[in-house]
């Protein structure tokens, strides 16, 4: 034996031991890591990420049907109480099986139905396994506005596992508005629904027998966040994802009957297309646009652009369609799309049956002539929709001009979308409208200077502000003004030129979403009397996920004073 090893002492060996026992935990640990990570790269079952236990997500298409649901239009102000669950849900809305996000196991989420004047408390609990928001679209928020529902500029996302509750009062407005998710592209995937407001004073109330919903919308077979980041890659030559179908109200088909007159409520909650609907052999009346009551104008086609709403009266001619009822169209302008999917069809049909009409006969029922078809991206004229109680735009006090454009400036050379030299990236768990309360003082303060990703303008007084938007892009955009309406003043091709440029101030239309024309401009005017934060952005949710976002900072003083509360 050598006679160095019979000298080492009896706790060397012990160590001895114990480093080679280190050294073996620590070589499985690193082996373990190693497989986990691999399993992870690897493409993993949905069936560990999504339910799926249900597959009838429909909801019942009478809750779409207002006249069904016995609700009592008045001035006496109640409080409408809902309480909702987001998930993640396998489905399959058109036959094709794909993750949705689900409110309450339902796509469309439920129906938010109220009278002005009412309260209106909803309870949101994320059961998803990421954050969250719902914003209340056409809403004014006046003296709530960190309950508008804005990832990144009103409030943080509702964490995983927990709740947030909504409450605010609606006030001074009625009509046809929706709620959706303002987080990431989650609403893409399924968390929409509509969102009713009456009122005594509404005055059509006395057209129509019946009182029916019908959302169109473009859907995908893949889930929002793949399409996201591939449109926000350099794959995509910064070509935008083109639906693979379209749905009424979230059915590839769908069949409703109504009484002789009845009136529908037009909403678009897509995230890309613009459809024109229509009725064969039937005009359509308008009456309503974004909240906005309208004197009665027909049309044969009602186009609708992204997140827009409008209401038309119906008078069904029985005479007319064989006896077996109509096609209702809802036609996707792929015009506007910059590739072709040659799985889509653009064309979305619903059936319209009155009574004493075939239950199960297909209508023969014949499609408006093509002259009645427009190939732009288009809302309806500007001077064809006069609002039913007039107002003249008032005389601008400031003017603020913006121009929109996408670039590839970027050194990942990623087309991104710039309202003037910004892009808009959230700020999760800083929004700006956190930052504007707390300021660098503890209060507001005018001077305070926002991240270089966030484009505010500060309007500190009640003032009328002229808003001019020069498109420089080659598409379209449907922009959405949060808390407010505005005055549509004027819209054309080309860029804005004061003082040559048409301006139309007396009893101009007015709404909340407009869409702008492709290398064209707008001009609209609000006034600044609703303090908070508020977003205006491009809903065409592949644009807003690329940076079409700024934000207007109104009345900061009296920001400061109200009292905001983060309830998770």
């Known amino acids: 034996m050598t006679p160095w090893l019979d000298s080492r002492k009896p706790e060397y060996k012990y160590r001895r031991v114990l480093v080679i026992t280190s050294v073996l935990a620590i070589t499985t640990l690193i082996l373990s890591l190693t497989l986990l990570i691999i399993d992870r790269l690897r493409p993993q079952d949905s069936s560990s990420l999504w339910d799926h236990s249900s597959y009838d997500i429909k909801d019942d298409p009478w809750e779409y049907n207002l006249s ?13 109480y809902y309480e909702w669950t987001i998930s993640q849900q396998v489905t399959a809305p058109d036959g094709f099986e794909r993750p949705m996000l689900l409110v309450n196991g339902k796509f469309p989420g439920p129906l938010v139905e109220a009278n002005a004047g009412d309260r209106i408390v909803v309870k949101v609990t994320n059961d998803m396994v990421n954050g969250t928001a719902i914003h209340w679209h056409g809403m004014f928020q006046n003296g709530t506005n960190w309950m508008d529902g804005t990832t990144g500029v009103t409030q943080c996302p509702i964490p995983p596992g927990q709740s947030f509750t909504y409450n605010f009062t609606v006030a001074n407005q009625w009509g046809t508005y929706w709620w959706h998710a303002h987080a990431a592209s989650q609403y893409v995937d399924g968390i929409v629904g509509p969102l009713i407001i009456h009122s005594p004073d509404e005055p059509h109330l006395d057209k129509y027998d019946q009182d029916l919903i019908m959302m169109v919308s473009d859907h995908y077979h893949t889930d929002s ?6 449109y926000l890659s350099t794959a995509s030559e910064g070509v935008e994802p083109v639906p693979d179908n379209g749905l009424i109200n979230g059915r590839n088909s769908f069949d ?15 995230s890309f297309a613009d459809f024109k609907v229509s009725v064969d052999e039937h005009e359509l009346e308008v009456i309503e646009a974004d909240g906005v009551d309208m004197v009665p104008v027909k049309v044969e086609r009602v186009p609708i652009h992204v997140a827009q709403r409008y209401s038309v009266l119906l008078v069904a001619d029985q005479s007319k369609g064989g006896g077996e009822g109509f096609w209702i169209r809802a036609e996707m302008n792929t015009n506007c799309f910059n590739v072709e999917n040659p799985a889509l069809d653009p064309s979305v049909k619903a ?12 209508p023969t029922s014949k499609d408006w002539e093509e002259s009645a078809w427009s190939p732009h991206c288009d ?9 039913f109680f007039a107002r003249v735009a008032p005389q601008a006090d400031i003017q603020v001009v913006l121009e929109m454009s996408f670039q590839t400036i970027t050194r990942d050379r990623v087309n991104m979308g710039y309202v003037n030299k910004t892009s808009w990236r959230p700020q999760l768990n800083n929004p700006t409208l956190l930052q504007a309360v707390e300021g660098d003082g503890g209060g507001v303060n005018s001077a305070i200077v926002f991240d270089e990703s966030q484009l505010v303008v500060t309007l500190e007084t ?24 505005f005055f549509v003043v004027a819209t054309g091709d080309g860029s804005y030129m004061p003082g040559r440029s048409e301006l139309r101030t007396e009893n101009p239309l007015r709404r909340d979403t407009v869409t702008i024309p492709p290398y064209g401009y707008v001009v609209l005017r609000f006034v600044s009397d609703n303090p908070g934060l508020w977003a205006f952005h491009c809903h065409i949710d592949w644009h807003m996920a690329a940076g079409l976002m700024m934000q207007f900072l109104t009345l900061p003083s009296q920001v400061k004073v109200r009292k905001y509360r983060w309830d998770f």
């Open 351 to 362: 059936i319209l049956r009155t009574s004493g009409m075939a239950p199960q006969e297909i």
């Open 68 to 80: 069904k649901n016995n609700f009592t239009i008045s001035r006496v102000p109640a409080t409408r």
């Open 379 to 387: 809302d309806l004229k500007t001077e064809m929709l006069k609002p």
């Open 225 to 230: 966040a793949s399409l996201v980041a591939w």
């Open 462 to 485: 009640i003032q009328t502000v002229e808003l001019v938007v020069n498109n420089l892009d080659e598409g379209a955009h449907p922009f959405h003004l949060h808390g407010h309406i």
């Open 256 to 270: 409703c009957s109504l009484a002789t007159e009845a009136l529908i409520r037009i909403i678009n909650t897509g």
